[in-house]
């Protein structure tokens, strides 16, 4: 019997990080086929690679691998098929990034890993450091070793050139490059950012940094060139600031793309700020950058459960399964067989032969996705199938299961 969950993956695939066996682009969403047989809990999307995590705790990469970003040493520039990251036996990963060029994983310990390029100490580890000939030690690193050692982590996100963890008892730490070469110098042992407590949620873009707090309160750091920290003007912030005009919301989801970053209202409502070209923030034709939050009109009342932001595009999840995506549309990216750079979003249709249930035959209903994840110029997610007879079950309610 085939599954009724599937992995799905649209936009460029030039360095194989749709996962689908070859390196073209897809206009339409296509099946991650060789991920079939696992049960995947969440799916990343990079720059220019994937990777998933599956119920187990194994965890899948694939795309791009010339810095050691798939977790192994590059034997080609690029892989398009989804392969097993090796770790010490007993581990479960629950939760990943992909940076710039580095990934960041959990483990359901606590325990922080990190690999792939380090120039900038992302990974944690010392990157001045030489060998007897003077030789710098270790640009790359291409399988994962531990990082962050004495924090308890929650939560891993990766930024350009540096790392943020969140820790179990609330705490931020961050490490590597957080601002383009120059203005900051680097530090590859983890720093606590100050001034941050009781935080249930961070996201990460290039070079920015959100932090959402338990008691609602969203805080940024970093980069501002467009706005995209929410503050009302494009000064950068080397300590966290209130982000303006969401104190009245009860925030439940943040995301940060490139330049650009949403929050997510416990009413299914979407506010974006920060770079607006290519219409990545979703308010139609008007695609300036924006320095404080403002409602995305064009989403309200579809129910937003989830939004994913990506290099120059986005995609919001709707509660009953459909995908919006709105930005840049070369490649492919937004999903729906045209390539056309719009600010208004637009359904993007999961149009998959339907699973056969248990006699052979193809069920009636629809798929539906759970979760999104925008790349730099791509996308995947997680849909499951809704039959129709079980749509109508729930409606009625599990009455015959109380009688039985």
Same mark, same amino acid.
């Not at 993956?9 to 070859?22: C, F, K, M, T, V």
């Not at 939050?293 to 995609?315: A, F, M, R, W």
């Given at each position: 019997?085939?599954?009724?969950?599937?992995?799905?993956?649209?936009?460029s695939?030039?360095?194989?990080?749709?996962?689908?066996?070859?390196n073209e682009?897809?206009?339409?969403?296509c099946?991650?086929?060789?991920?079939?047989s696992?049960?995947?809990?969440?799916?990343?999307?990079?720059s220019?690679?994937?990777l998933?995590i599956?119920?187990d705790?194994?965890?899948?990469?694939?795309?791009?691998n010339?810095?050691?970003?798939?977790?192994h040493?590059?034997?080609?520039?690029t892989?398009?098929?989804?392969?097993q990251v090796?770790?010490?036996?007993?581990v479960?990963?629950?939760?990943?990034?992909?940076?710039?060029?580095?990934?960041?994983a959990?483990?359901?310990?606590?325990?922080?890993?990190?690999?792939?390029?380090?120039?900038?100490?992302?990974?944690g580890?010392?990157?001045?450091?030489?060998d007897?000939?003077g030789?710098?030690?270790?640009r790359?690193?291409?399988?994962?070793?531990?990082c962050?050692?004495k924090?308890?982590?929650?939560?891993?996100?990766?930024?350009?050139?540096?790392?943020v963890?969140?820790?179990?008892?609330?705490?931020?730490?961050?490490?590597?490059?957080?601002w383009?070469?120059?203005?900051?110098?680097?530090i590859s042992?983890?720093v606590?950012?100050?001034?941050?407590?009781?935080?249930?949620?961070?996201?990460?873009?290039?070079?920015?940094?959100?932090a959402l707090?338990?008691?609602?309160i969203?805080?940024a750091?970093?980069?501002?060139?467009?706005?995209?920290?929410?503050?009302g003007?494009?000064?950068?912030?080397?300590?966290?600031?209130p982000v303006?005009?969401?104190s009245?919301?009860?925030?439940?989801?943040i995301a940060?793309?490139?330049?650009? &970053?949403t929050a997510l =209202?416990?009413? *299914?409502?979407?506010?974006?700020? #920060?770079? %607006?070209? !290519? /219409?990545? @923030? $979703?308010? +139609?034709?008007?695609?300036s950058s924006?320095?404080?939050?403002?409602?995305?009109?064009?989403?309200?009342?579809?129910?937003?459960?989830?939004?994913?932001?990506?290099?120059?595009h &986005?995609?919001?999840? =709707?509660?009953? *399964?459909?995908?919006?995506?709105? #930005?840049r %549309?070369? !490649? /492919?990216? @937004? $999903?729906y +067989?045209?390539?056309?750079?719009?600010?208004?979003?637009?359904?993007v249709p999961?149009?998959?032969p339907?699973?056969?249930?248990?006699?052979?035959?193809?069920?009636?209903?629809?798929?539906?996705?759970?979760?999104?994840?925008?790349?730099?110029?791509?996308?995947?997610?997680?849909?499951?199938?809704q039959?129709?007879?079980?749509?109508q079950?729930?409606?009625k309610?599990?009455?015959?299961?109380?009688e039985?």
């Amino acid at each position: 019997m085939a599954s009724n969950t599937a992995i799905i993956a649209w936009g460029s695939g030039e360095d194989g990080q749709l996962g689908i066996g070859n390196n073209e682009e897809k206009e339409w969403v296509c099946v991650v086929k060789a991920l079939q047989s696992e049960r995947v809990r969440s799916v990343v999307a990079g720059s220019r690679n994937s990777l998933a995590i599956c119920e187990d705790g194994k965890l899948f990469t694939w795309g791009w691998n010339q810095r050691g970003t798939l977790g192994h040493p590059p034997e080609t520039k690029t892989e398009n098929i989804p392969s097993q990251v090796k770790f010490n036996p007993g581990v479960k990963i629950v939760q990943a990034a992909i940076g710039g060029w580095h990934c960041l994983a959990v483990d359901d310990q606590g325990r922080a890993y990190a690999w792939g390029g380090n120039e900038y100490g992302q990974c944690g580890e010392e990157p001045e450091r030489k060998d007897d000939t003077g030789r710098f030690l270790r640009r790359d690193i291409v399988t994962p070793q531990r990082c962050a050692p004495k924090l308890l982590v929650r939560q891993v996100a990766a930024g350009g050139t540096h790392s943020v963890v969140l820790t179990r008892e609330g705490h931020v730490w961050t490490w590597g490059q957080p601002w383009p070469p120059g203005d900051i110098k680097q530090i590859s042992t983890p720093v606590r950012v100050q001034g941050l407590d009781r935080v249930k949620l961070i996201a990460v873009g290039a070079f920015h940094n959100l932090a959402l707090l338990e008691d609602g309160i969203l805080w940024a750091w970093g980069n501002n060139e467009y706005g995209q920290l929410g503050t009302g003007d494009t000064q950068p912030r080397s300590h966290p600031i209130p982000v303006h005009g969401l104190s009245e919301f009860t925030l439940v989801d943040i995301a940060a793309g490139g330049w650009h &970053s949403t929050a997510l =209202t416990d009413q *299914g409502e979407v506010y974006g700020w #920060g770079r %607006g070209e !290519h /219409g990545r @923030l $979703g308010f +139609g034709e008007d695609k300036s950058s924006k320095m404080v939050p403002q409602k995305v009109q064009l989403l309200v009342g579809e129910d937003i459960v989830q939004v994913s932001c990506g290099g120059t595009h &986005s995609v919001a999840l =709707t509660r009953d *399964g459909r995908m919006f995506s709105f #930005g840049r %549309g070369d !490649h /492919g990216r @937004l $999903g729906y +067989g045209r390539k056309q750079t719009t600010g208004h979003p637009m359904n993007v249709p999961i149009n998959l032969p339907s699973p056969r249930n248990v006699s052979g035959s193809e069920g009636e209903g629809n798929w539906c996705a759970k979760f999104v994840a925008c790349g730099g110029r791509h996308t995947l997610a997680i849909v499951q199938w809704q039959d129709d007879e079980s749509e109508q079950f729930n409606k009625k309610g599990d009455k015959t299961l109380g009688e039985a």
